[in-house]
């Protein structure tokens, strides 16, 4: 089964890293969802929730203040700001 390999950090600390089925995040142009075999994109985040669904396990959410995230080959970065609420624990 295809998976997408997901890091969520912050300016200072990796807040989580593994592998998911899907992400979901704040862009400023609407709501994105990430699913394997995305096309390639880039996209300014505004304020808001990031879900990622690990390949086991609960959804992670992560409240951010802004910042990026980039979808490449199953790869996805989202980088922040600062997380304000929620982290989820690092390294799944």
Excluded: K
């Excluded at 075999?37 to 951010?64: C, Y």
């Amino acid at each position: 089964m295809a998976h997408l390999d997901v890091d969520l950090v912050a300016a200072d600390q990796t807040i989580w890293s593994g592998e998911a089925s899907m992400v979901s995040a704040p862009s400023a142009e609407g709501e994105v969802g990430i699913l394997p075999g995305h096309t390639p994109l880039l996209a300014v985040l505004r304020p808001g929730e990031v879900r990622i669904t690990p390949v086991s396990g609960q959804v992670v959410r992560t409240r951010i203040d802004a910042g990026f995230i980039s979808v490449d080959a199953d790869r996805v970065t989202v980088v922040t700001d600062s997380v304000t609420t929620g982290a989820g624990p690092a390294e799944h």
